[in-house]
């Protein structure tokens, strides 16, 4: 069974960063796509950006492109999230996942219990 431990949220003032982990455990890491998601009260749950396994491209919600970078250490099974420029908007909780190649669609049914990212102005 999958396992998705998310960490490194906090609050921040606007204008700051902060640098998300997820580490995922009973999978093969180096093999999936993944992926950030995040969802904002009283919102659905939304793709935030992703890294694909076989040539790390990258690709972006357009509302983060460049504040936003996702990385991944296949050697640590950890997938990151440096965030820069944080603005109120992206206070959400942010969860990671698989994602189905080329696409923002996520793979793994289960998800992890996420980590609180609020931005005060």
């Known amino acids: 069974q999958v396992q998705l431990v998310e960490s490194g949220g906090g609050l921040v003032q606007a204008g700051g960063s902060l640098r998300l982990s997820c580490v995922v455990s009973?999978?093969?890491?180096?093999?999936?796509?993944m992926g950030w998601f995040r969802q904002a009260p009283g919102k659905e749950r939304e793709f935030v950006a992703a890294a694909r396994n076989n040539d790390g491209y990258t690709y972006y919600l357009d509302s983060v492109k460049g504040r936003f970078t996702i990385s991944r250490d296949n050697t640590k099974n950890t997938l990151y999230l440096q965030m820069n420029s944080l603005k109120p908007e992206d206070t959400a909780v942010y969860y990671c996942n698989a994602v189905r190649y080329s696409t923002r669609i996520p793979a793994f049914d289960s998800w992890g219990q996420g980590t609180q990212v609020t931005v005060s102005s």
């Open positions: 009973g999978r093969t890491f180096s093999l999936y796509s």
